[in-house]
């Protein structure tokens, strides 16, 4: 007789539960880890070719943009990886970011290079990696290629993760690992059999993925922690009847390793997250400039619902009524949507509501961004359970087996039909322009994939680049240069008046577009006073760089010359949302 493990002399089985015995394969296969594949699971060579698809497709997507001028905020990551690695935390910090992701764009600068396309790539290679990761998700997890192209496809050309997916920004990094948490919280609740060495590993790596993306941005977990609750709720059962009473020594030891672990994760997510979200949250009121949720309607508009997730429900719906299915067989098929819809939608919802209720202005686009590919990957599911459903329906209309349909046609017909359909929902980014990415002081009127008249494709529209070649052409040695960056928390540090505040303001003109020296200014009206002294002998110039609309910009000026009775003039130049000014004083008649 075998003696049981020591500590664990009391294990014993819950009452009226005997061991599940399952046969070889017919556990579903719904995860890359399970031993024994489904028969009508993708080969691996399939899904290997839909992944180098999905990344070539997603890649060729957004190259066509990375080299545009950086806009203001990419110009804080430039700046922030301009310096040593010994400043890479302290300037990421003072943008509200934290130093995870920019530590490894400062290594990425050193091998790349400083050029805006080659910078841009680091966010171009983990956004096509996330379209590719949601693709074999789908077609593994669904057991449809058809469904994982259509994810795959949604994700590498949709509007917001083409922007996002092109900045030099840590918000690309979210995308990949939300599409890995998707995938490990979807397989987990597939996986047969709780204590399934699959399920251990799904479990875990979603776990260690989420904590990853909150130290990268902490706001992700208004999204990503919600696949956590879930799986801690589909537990509870497990947890109540499970009979494991560790014993003496062991017991201790267990929850001596388990407060370790938990104390020091949480002090690691405070040294490398917690101290900048904190530092952000005591200055959220400064947020209202971009994140504000004023309408109902912003819950509809910030994602394109319809054609990602309205259609293809729709879509497998209708195939559900072709076939005839009804009752637990159509809960199985929403099971394979479903989850992830639903957390897209309530973390949408969540979000609005504590905008819209002023606790603080969270709703944007950027802070939710990991909410795209649970959109793609219900989509895809979706349109992957139907193309299923179709194809299992026999030449006579009859789904196999037995089951009347709503319509009677052959299944090469509904084939033909569903794939249509896919192709319309896959390409429908192309001519999705939606509404303003962003909002802000000079910001640009959001995605433009396409242009009729064929100039390339345009998505921040401030050229910062153009603006300092204009003045630097024009300058001559000693010129002064002021600047208004336009940052929300402009008034805020420049009151402060420490050398490092004013640093980080006059950032935008101290990393790759270098102007030097540079006066941070503000536009604000009542502030005219508080401007520094031009030089005002005959024929000396100086240059205002500011990050506004151009009639602001030119309203500005004219206060300026008024100011000096005349003896001031411009000239001016647009740079999208950038204005370039040059001043020069005059000699005025009977002075």
């Not at 046969?23 to 890359?32: K, L, Q, R």
């Not at 040593?84 to 764009?105: C, D, H």
């Not at 026999?394 to 509904?414: I, K, M």
């Not at 008034?491 to 640093?503: F, V």
Request: with cysteine.
């Amino acid at each position: 007789m075998i003696a049981p493990a020591r500590g664990f002399e009391h294990w014993e089985l819950p009452p009226d539960e005997p061991i599940p015995q399952v046969p070889p394969g017919a556990g579903p296969p719904s995860s890359p880890v399970d031993r024994v594949r489904d028969p009508d699971s993708p080969s691996v060579a399939r899904l290997a070719a839909l992944a180098a698809a999905i990344l070539l497709v997603a890649i060729a997507a957004r190259l066509p943009v990375i080299g545009e001028s950086f806009w203001v905020d990419e110009l804080h990551s430039a700046w922030s990886v301009w310096g040593e690695l010994s400043e890479v935390r302290a300037r990421a910090a003072m943008g509200n970011q934290t130093p995870i992701a920019y530590w490894g764009f400062w290594f990425w600068r050193q091998l790349v290079g400083d050029g805006e396309a080659a910078l841009r790539m680091s966010s171009v290679l983990l956004s096509s990696a996330a379209a590719a990761i949601v693709a074999v998700g789908v077609a593994r997890c669904g057991r449809t290629v058809l469904g994982g192209a259509v994810a795959g496809l949604m994700l590498a050309m949709e509007a917001n993760a083409i922007f996002f997916g092109t900045e030099f920004r840590a918000y690309s990094a979210i995308l990949p690992l939300a599409a890995i948490v998707c995938w490990c919280w979807v397989g987990s609740r597939q996986v047969a059999g709780r204590l399934a060495t699959g399920h251990s590993r799904l479990t875990g790596g979603m776990f260690v993925t989420v904590f990853l993306a909150a130290f990268i941005q902490p706001m992700s977990l208004g999204v990503l922690v919600w696949p956590l609750v879930d799986w801690c709720w589909r537990q509870r059962d497990s947890w109540r009847s499970r009979r494991v009473r560790p014993a003496g020594r062991t017991a201790a030891a267990t929850v001596a390793v388990v407060a370790v672990v938990v104390a020091v994760a949480a002090w690691l997510f405070w040294e490398f997250a917690g101290r900048v979200w904190w530092e952000a949250w005591r200055n959220r009121e400064q947020w209202k400039g971009f994140g504000s949720a004023h309408s109902p309607w912003q819950w509809f508009t910030v994602w394109p619902w319809t054609w990602m997730l309205v259609l293809p429900v729709g879509l497998a719906w209708l195939a559900e009524r072709v076939a005839g299915r009804t009752g637990e067989a159509e809960i199985c098929g929403v099971q394979k949507w479903g989850p992830p819809a639903a957390v897209a939608l309530g973390a949408t919802l969540l979000f609005w509501f504590v905008s819209a209720t002023g606790i603080a202005a969270v709703f944007h686009r950027r802070y939710l961004i990991a909410v795209l590919p649970l959109i793609a990957w219900s989509g895809g599911a979706a349109v992957g359970h139907a193309s299923r459903v179709l194809a299992s329906l026999g030449r006579d209309g009859r789904e196999e087996p037995g089951g009347g349909t709503l319509l009677g046609r052959d299944r090469e017909f509904w084939l033909i039909a569903l794939l249509l359909v896919a192709g319309v929902l896959a390409i429908r980014p192309l001519f999705f322009s939606g509404s303003a990415i962003f909002s802000g002081p000079g910001a640009g009127a959001g995605a433009e994939p396409f242009r009729s008249s064929g100039s390339p494709m345009r998505l921040r529209g401030e050229d910062w680049r153009g603006a300092v070649r204009w003045v630097s052409e024009r300058r001559s040695e000693g010129d002064r240069v002021w600047l208004s960056p336009g940052l929300i928390e402009a008034e805020r540090l420049s009151a402060s008046g420490q050398p490092a505040d004013w640093e980080y303001l006059a950032y935008p003109l101290s990393g790759p577009y270098l102007l030097e020296p540079v006066e941070v200014i503000s536009l604000r009206r009542e502030r005219v006073a508080e401007l520094p002294t031009p030089p005002l002998g005959p024929g000396q110039a100086w240059f205002a760089v500011l990050r506004t609309s151009s009639g602001s910009a030119l309203r500005w000026a004219d206060e300026l010359v008024r100011r000096y009775e005349g003896r001031v003039v411009y000239e001016s130049q647009s740079f999208g949302g950038v204005q370039a000014i040059r001043f020069e004083t005059v000699t005025v008649a009977g002075t």
